[in-house]
């Protein structure tokens, strides 16, 4: 692995994997949308290098590099969250992305295209989630991305690529999204405001993001092709004690309002990755603490 390319890199995950592969040396070309307001979450590293490339350019994109690459990491996706993911329209878009990203790696000389699926594709589960596990989506979001992993396994076949779908669980770190649980919360709590919280039953899989770029990075080296992995920590507690940890971290003492907002639609209520093939592939394992990573979450705030 010497020159890779990706997509949708100015969130936890991508700025994470980024990271891990300047850590390791290698050439990263990153397509960015031109007029993102996170461009600037991006590294600067004379190994890190930037082609503005939206979704919707994917299709036309030409490699002028004069560089041939190994691997592209699709993470890029519209619509990942709020209402967004039941439009069924701008979903369906993402499938033809997915394919148009595809497509895209195999022009500029890629071997492997690694794409970021979901748990969303599994619906809700109240067993830990395995490659095999029924598929039972229940939103627009998980029905496109379980489609965009199916139809990317055979595109990528039929123009000769190694295909690996990586269905993540729940992954925080610095540069998520502001409308994830865990940066509302912390927003809300340095603000001296007290989020207003569901009751906290579910149980949940959190896995931070320098861990989530390493097991990418892994299975660009080592993936199988063809294969769906699931990434997640392997390990669930309450979502109220998560809460609880990032409130003793952000301001201890002050009071939480579980039960003030009411579960959502389908709410999923057991989340729990089996990383064991994960493990056995490639010899991945989680290595940050929750309380480190809120930690480091908060420092990079107050930067």
């Not at 991508?14 to 960015?32: C, H, N, P, Q, Y």
């Not at 969250?81 to 990203?101: C, F, H, T, W």
């Not at 569901?198 to 990075?217: I, N, P, R, V």
């Not at 959502?264 to 480190?292: I, V």
């Amino acid at each position: 692995m010497k020159r890779v390319i990706i997509t949708g890199a100015t969130g936890a995950i991508g700025t994470a994997l980024v990271r891990k592969l300047i850590d390791k040396k290698i050439e990263v070309l990153v397509f960015l949308r031109v007029d993102s307001q996170r461009n600037q979450n991006i590294p600067c590293h004379p190994l890190v290098h930037i082609k503005f490339c939206s979704l919707e350019q994917l299709a036309d994109v030409e490699n002028d590099t004069g560089k041939v690459y190994d691997i592209f990491y699709h993470l890029a996706w519209r619509g990942a969250s709020g209402p967004e993911r039941n439009d069924m329209y701008i979903q369906n878009q993402n499938v033809k992305y997915a394919l148009d990203a595809v497509r895209a790696a195999k022009k500029f000389g890629c071997q492997t295209f690694i794409g970021a699926g979901s748990q969303a594709e599994y619906g809700n589960c109240e067993v830990p989630l395995q490659c095999d596990t029924p598929v039972f989506p229940n939103m627009g979001y998980g029905y496109a991305k379980l489609c965009a992993g199916q139809m990317t396994r055979e595109y990528a076949a039929q123009l000769e690529l190694k295909h690996i779908w990586v269905r993540i669980l729940s992954v925080y770190g610095p540069n998520d999204s502001a409308g994830s649980m865990i940066m509302y919360t912390i927003d809300k709590l340095r603000q001296g405001m007290e989020p207003k919280l569901t009751k906290g039953e579910q149980m949940w899989d959190y896995l931070y993001s320098d861990d989530a770029a390493k097991a990418l990075y892994l299975l660009g080296k080592m993936g199988i092709d063809r294969k769906i992995y699931v990434l997640g920590s392997g390990t669930t507690r309450p979502l109220k004690d998560y809460i609880q940890k990032i409130r003793d971290i952000a301001a201890p003492g002050r009071n939480l309002s579980f039960g003030t907002i009411p579960y959502g639609k389908n709410q999923t209520m057991y989340l729990c990755a089996d990383t064991s093939e994960l493990k056995r592939d490639t010899g991945w394992h989680p290595e940050t603490d929750f309380n480190d990573g809120i930690r480091t979450i908060i420092k990079s705030l107050q930067m």
